[in-house]
Each structure stands twice: as C-alpha cells, then as structure tokens.
C-alpha cells in the first residue's frame, strides 16, 4: 500500500513590491548563496571526494573551518542550507552518471555478461566503487568478499577498472551556476507575523518584512525566489500531509495513454478526449513562433508577447489534465493503477511536423500528475514493463496486428480497439507484478524460520 503521508509544495507571495533597498540586500544573499555552492562544486565535486558525499557531515565540517562563512559574512542560515543544497546536486549528477555508465556497460558489444556482472557489482557496492576510481585495493568483509569473490573469478580486473574510471571521466562534468536568483533558509532565519514575513540578512538583529497574500505559517525550511525587476519573491514550502482514504475505491484499472486521448480503460473508457486537440493548438504556436523569430531574428525586439500566449496555452492544457485526471479517478474508482512505462521521444521519419508534436507530447507531466494524485488518495500506482503491450493479445497472450487503431489476434480471433487491448495487457502485467512481489515478501518472513 501507499504511504499515508504525502509530500507537496505550496508557494507564498507578497502583497506589495519591495523597496530597491530591501530586494538589494534580497539579491546579495542570493550571490553569496550562489558563491558558496559554486565553492561546494568546486570542491567536492570531483571523483576523489566521493567519499565524504554520504552522509555529508564532512562536507558541512571542513567547510566551517574554511573560513568561508565569515569572509562572506553569511549567516548560518543559508550558509549550511547552500552547502546541502550543493551536495544534492553532486548527489544527483553521480547518479545520472551511474546510469549513463551502466547503459554504455549494456551496449558495448565487446563485454561478456560475466564481464558485465562484474561492473554492476562493483557500481552497486559503494566501497568497490569507491576504490575502483581512487585506484586502491578493493577490501571487503563477511558475504559482500564472498560475494566478490565469485564475481571477479576468472575476470580481467585491470581491465574491466580501467574501462570503469575512462567511462566515469567522461560522463562526470564540472559543476558551475550561474544562477543568484534565490536560496533556502532555515526556519530559523525567518519568523511570520504582522501578516507577513520577516527574513534574516546579513545584517546583525535586523531582518527584511515582507507583506504577503495570504496568512499562512509554516515552520520548515522555505526557499526564496526573487524576480528583481517585478521587486517580487515567492517563497516555496515542502509541507507533508496524511493521504486521504475512500472506501469505495476498490477497482484494479488499467490504462493505456496516447497523444490524442490521454487515457483509454480496461473497460474502454476514454478521458481527456480532447487532450490532442489542445495539445496541437500548442505545439503549432510553438512551431509558428519559433519560425518566426528565427526568420526576423535580427530585428526582433523581444519574446515577452510569444512567452505570455505560450505559458497561457500550457496553463489551460494543464487545467484539461488535471481536471480529466480527477474525473477519470472519482467515475472509476480504483485502488490500483497500472500504467505503461512509454519509450523515450520517438521520431516519426522524415515527418517533421508530426517529430514536433511528438517531442512536446506532455506525457511527462501527465504521468506526473497521475502518480501524485494516486498518493494524495492512498491509490497503489504500478508501471508495468511496457514492451509489446500494444502487439499482445490480452485474452491468449498471443502476438496479433493493429490495424487503423484495432487490434486483431490471430490465434483467438479476438478482436478490440488497440488502446483498450493495451490497457487490459496493462492491468494483467500489473496483477502478475502485484503476485510477484507478494510471493517475494512471504519468502522473506519464512526465511528466518528455515535457516533456524
């Protein structure tokens, strides 16, 4: 099941616009922000402080004693929230790393699978990876250097290493912002009243107050954006809140999602019929403005007018998914969703019209959206391995055709829309995956009771 708490993020403006003053003192913490996280990146963002990344107290200790706090002159406030901040985005582009490397590993024709079990091992267990890429002697202990023992019998370690560290240097990048546009702050460095807000500055004992919208508190640490020439902010707030139950919600759905109708049911239900409607109404505002701005580039004044009709257009079509999300969520009642894992961006040949449509597809949002309100209303959401789940028939499990939108299987003469034969293969994977996991966890508790 779910869990019963979900996560948010709600958002805070102010009332009136700030002084020239207040948004100045406002815009150098954010440079200061932006210069201890560059400092961050700097220095730990290499392969040879891998090590101090987790948990990161390293990090936030040889900093204190860098001196950088004081020659800034920074409360701690932001100090540390810049240097986690920084951490997370190092974090993260090792993890984008990891996984660029292990599709390369899948790719490369000149790996045997042995060789391929060895990478994964060493990318998976932090201390092999870790001394694989500082060149040191990989020592272990208990199950994980049995373990290890058997992976890198009969391999050739020197090899596979080096191949290992070239393909880490080549993914890993340097880390640099340019962006001072705003920072975190502890609770600590802010406090409401007066229906508004008050922000620490670097200032001792004198803090900016900010009069917002709304009267609102929150007591968890915020992040301030600043737009300097509307001398505005917003300030966004992470909040947990306990997922909501309905009884009724007892049905297993599956879904199949396309670019014209957004979902299409087991049952053959459609919602968001005229998602592909909207959709192209964007996509050829987008195409018709970008070819005008690159025809008449040079004496183009701006693109304020272009961004405006565009985030409207993006607006409406988000309040069309969401509100078909809802609808298909509250007619259909389930408490399992299973939905496709869809491919990357595909192109469709030589049509360019239809690859500009495709690589705006909002598929993205909509599964994002989709998951997010499942959590809100304590809905298990399942992806299912989406290979052939259009070719499969869902009644026999054998291969059929598609045919202008139906499917028609060979072997059972079943015969159905294409988007409902994929929904229906998409609840059966999910069932299936469901079983799986079941038998897993039962395996897991009766363990114990047969190795005693």
């Not at 102010?14 to 020239?20: A, K, T």
């Not at 390293?58 to 810049?82: H, I, K, W």
């Not at 990478?119 to 500082?134: D, G």
């Not at 409607?277 to 701005?293: H, K, M, P, S």
């Amino acid at each position: 099941m779910p869990s019963s708490a979900i996560y948010k993020t709600v958002y805070q403006y102010n009332r009136v616009p700030l002084s020239e003053e207040e948004m100045g003192k406002l815009e150098e913490l954010a440079g200061d922000y932006q210069k201890v996280k560059n400092h961050v990146y700097q220095r730990y963002g290499g392969i040879r402080s891998l090590p101090k990344l987790y948990p990161g107290y390293t990090v936030q200790n040889e900093m204190t004693a860098d001196g950088l706090r004081a020659r800034l002159a920074l409360p701690s406030v932001y100090f540390y929230c810049a240097i986690f901040d920084a951490l997370r985005d190092i974090k993260s582009q090792w993890s984008q790393v990891k996984s660029r490397v292990e599709e390369n590993i899948r790719k490369n024709p000149n790996l045997t699978p042995e060789d391929r079990h060895y990478l994964r091992f060493v990318m998976k267990q932090s201390q092999c990876f870790e001394a694989v890429l500082l060149e040191r002697e990989i020592t272990l202990s208990g199950e994980w250097e049995r373990a290890y023992g058997e992976v890198r019998r009969g391999r050739d370690e020197g090899r596979l290493c080096r191949y290992l560290r070239r393909q880490v240097r080549k993914h890993l990048k340097k880390m640099h912002t340019d962006s001072a546009n705003g920072f975190s702050v502890t609770q600590k460095g802010y406090r409401y009243g007066d229906h508004g807000i008050y922000l620490s500055t670097k200032e001792p004992r004198k803090r900016i107050f900010v009069l917002l919208t709304d009267h609102n508190r929150y007591g968890s640490q915020i992040y301030v954006r600043l737009y300097p020439q509307q001398r505005s902010l917003r300030i966004s707030i992470p909040i947990e809140r306990e997922a909501k139950r309905f009884q009724e919600y007892r049905n297993e759905v599956g879904l199949s999602m396309g670019m014209r109708e957004m979902f299409v049911t087991d049952q053959g239900n459609v919602y968001g019929k005229d998602c592909g409607v909207r959709q192209e109404a964007l996509t050829a505002y987008v195409r018709e403005g970008t070819a005008r701005y690159q025809k008449n580039k040079q004496n183009n004044s701006g693109r304020e007018k272009y961004r405006s009709g565009k985030k409207r257009l993006e607006a409406s079509l988000h309040d069309y998914i969401n509100g078909e999300i809802n609808r298909m969520l509250k007619e259909e009642k389930p408490a399992v969703v299973c939905l496709p894992k869809l491919p990357g961006t595909s192109k469709a040949g030589k049509n360019k019209r239809i690859n500009y449509s495709v690589s705006m597809w909002q598929r993205g949002y909509i599964k994002a959206r989709l998951r997010q309100k499942c959590l809100e209303r304590s809905i298990e959401f399942i992806e299912v391995f989406g290979k052939d789940i259009g070719r499969e028939c869902s009644s026999c499990g054998g291969m059929g055709i598609k045919v202008d939108g139906n499917f028609v299987c060979s072997a059972c003469g079943l015969q159905t829309s294409e988007r409902e034969n994929a929904a229906k293969n998409a609840k059966n994977r999910g069932a299936r995956l469901r079983e799986q996991k079941l038998r897993e966890a039962a395996g897991q508790k009766q363990a114990p009771e047969t190795g005693s």
